[in-house]
């Protein structure tokens, strides 16, 4: 099935993947003056009040915008925020399906990282929390950390920390069957934007220590002159052995790939070149670093990509409904490694060591159970780490 041209016909037919449903009955003159004027006076006043009720006496303790600039859409790079929209309204049908969160997209025609920073918090006090998307790095990651500090409700960048979730949960489960530990492998990251970097960073908070990065210019080392600030930064922390060279390099006895970034990049020698039960995640899409075939042709173990069309597919849609449904439901105030690392344990749980195999090592995406047990485990972990403001779960 050739899913771009059936896409195109879909979204022609569908004219928008999102609506808003009336959730009140408004059919009468007594009905509408307690949904609307003159009862409506009585609930703002409250809220003016007390800010805080405008979490119990309106839908904002459910509502989430889904924010992007346009800049870095799927594979697509920087065609603007109109361009953006089938993807934003996707990821808010996501949301709904799979996290009954009512989320909307929020498309600014702007780059400029000051006011966004400004837009988005001029409209916080309507949301419960905010998910930024497919913004470009570096710009990105002052966006969030700035948002992060400036408002206290959950802020979420989902390019950077929704992958980073799955793809931790992908290989603690992946090191389940090849019987590695996560302090001792030696880890390789292709593409160091957003999402590469985040992953670097989160693999390290669960104990990776061998962690190599690479970009299209070579290897990231510390002292090397073309990094930018975030590059630099994970440098301090990542290639200890200053190895330096390109990608090739980088691969010789790697235990693990994990691809964020561009189409058949690598080659079957490069896989050869691994170690033993190597575990390669291609995550590029749509079309991956190597092809799944080809990968497991030159000897790889494991093998996952971003893509449903091949087992392991390693989508951050497993991520994102269930981490915002639990953070809005205990009213947390951030989303913090406590939760990130919850929601990461709650994906590879939901495979019993019964089920795990080579072709199975993360849950489906549409799987219920899954979404639900992130729900649960990310609302714990900010109760258990003290940034809930509602501790009644």
């Given at each position: 099935?050739?899913?771009?041209?059936?896409?195109?016909?879909?979204?022609?037919e569908?004219?928008?993947?999102?609506?808003t449903?009336?959730?009140?009955p408004?059919a009468?003159?007594?009905?509408?003056?307690?949904?609307?004027?003159?009862g409506v006076?009585?609930?703002?006043?409250a809220?003016?009040?007390?800010?805080?009720k405008?979490?119990?006496?309106?839908?904002?303790?459910?509502?989430?915008?889904?924010?992007?600039?346009?800049?870095?859409?799927?594979?697509?790079?920087?065609i603007?925020p109109?361009?953006?929209?089938?993807?934003?309204?996707?990821k808010?049908?996501?949301?709904?399906?799979?996290?009954n969160?009512?989320?909307?997209?929020?498309?600014?025609g702007?780059?400029?990282?000051?006011?966004?920073?400004?837009?988005?918090k001029?409209?916080?006090?309507?949301?419960?929390?905010?998910?930024?998307?497919?913004?470009?790095?570096?710009?990105?990651?002052?966006i969030?950390?700035?948002?992060?500090?400036?408002?206290?409700?959950?802020?979420?960048?989902d390019?950077?920390?929704g992958?980073?979730?799955?793809?931790?949960?992908a290989?603690?489960?992946?090191?389940?069957?090849?019987?590695?530990?996560?302090?001792?492998i030696?880890i390789?990251?292709?593409g160091?934007?957003?999402?590469?970097?985040?992953?670097?960073?989160?693999?390290l908070?669960?104990?990776?220590k061998?962690?190599?990065?690479?970009d299209?210019k070579?290897?990231?080392?510390?002292?090397?002159?073309?990094?930018?600030?975030?590059q630099?930064?994970?440098?301090e922390?990542?290639?200890?052995r200053?190895?330096?060279?390109?990608l090739?390099?980088?691969?010789?006895?790697a235990?693990?790939?994990?691809?964020v970034s561009?189409?058949?990049?690598v080659t079957?020698?490069?896989?050869k070149?691994?170690?033993?039960?190597?575990?390669?995640?291609?995550?590029?899409?749509?079309?991956?670093?190597?092809?799944?075939?080809?990968?497991?042709?030159?000897?790889?173990?494991i093998?996952g990509?971003?893509?449903?069309?091949y087992p392991?597919?390693i989508?951050?849609?497993l991520?994102f409904p269930?981490?915002?449904r639990?953070?809005?439901?205990?009213?947390?105030t951030?989303v913090?490694?406590e939760?990130m690392?919850?929601?990461?344990?709650?994906?590879?749980?939901?495979?019993?060591?019964k089920?795990?195999?080579?072709d199975?090592?993360?849950?489906?995406?549409?799987?219920?159970?899954?979404?639900d047990?992130?729900?649960?485990?990310?609302?714990?972990a900010?109760i258990?780490?003290?940034?809930?403001k509602n501790?009644?779960?």
């Amino acid at each position: 099935m050739n899913y771009r041209e059936l896409s195109l016909k879909k979204h022609g037919e569908w004219k928008g993947k999102i609506e808003t449903v009336c959730r009140v009955p408004v059919a009468s003159r007594e009905e509408l003056s307690v949904a609307y004027t003159p009862g409506v006076a009585e609930p703002c006043m409250a809220i003016h009040n007390d800010v805080e009720k405008s979490f119990e006496l309106t839908r904002r303790w459910n509502t989430v915008p889904v924010i992007t600039d346009g800049t870095a859409v799927l594979g697509l790079g920087d065609i603007g925020p109109e361009a953006g929209m089938p993807v934003m309204e996707g990821k808010c049908a996501l949301f709904k399906a799979f996290g009954n969160v009512d989320a909307y997209p929020i498309c600014l025609g702007t780059k400029d990282t000051e006011e966004i920073i400004k837009t988005v918090k001029i409209m916080a006090g309507s949301f419960g929390g905010i998910n930024l998307e497919d913004i470009s790095a570096p710009r990105c990651f002052e966006i969030e950390a700035r948002l992060k500090a400036e408002l206290d409700i959950p802020v979420f960048h989902d390019d950077q920390h929704g992958t980073a979730i799955v793809v931790a949960a992908a290989l603690l489960n992946a090191l389940k069957i090849t019987r590695k530990k996560v302090d001792e492998i030696a880890i390789v990251i292709n593409g160091a934007g957003a999402a590469g970097i985040a992953i670097a960073k989160f693999l390290l908070k669960l104990g990776a220590k061998h962690i190599t990065m690479c970009d299209l210019k070579g290897i990231i080392c510390k002292g090397v002159d073309w990094l930018n600030r975030a590059q630099s930064e994970v440098a301090e922390v990542t290639n200890l052995r200053h190895i330096t060279g390109g990608l090739a390099d980088a691969m010789k006895g790697a235990d693990v790939f994990i691809g964020v970034s561009g189409p058949h990049c690598v080659t079957k020698d490069m896989v050869k070149s691994m170690a033993d039960k190597s575990v390669l995640f291609t995550c590029a899409n749509p079309v991956p670093e190597i092809e799944p075939q080809d990968a497991s042709d030159a000897g790889a173990y494991i093998v996952g990509t971003g893509s449903s069309e091949y087992p392991n597919q390693i989508n951050n849609v497993l991520v994102f409904p269930g981490l915002f449904r639990g953070a809005l439901d205990v009213r947390a105030t951030t989303v913090n490694t406590e939760m990130m690392i919850a929601a990461a344990q709650a994906i590879a749980d939901c495979v019993s060591d019964k089920e795990l195999s080579r072709d199975y090592i993360l849950p489906y995406a549409y799987d219920r159970k899954a979404h639900d047990d992130v729900a649960k485990a990310v609302a714990q972990a900010a109760i258990k780490s003290g940034v809930a403001k509602n501790t009644k779960r």
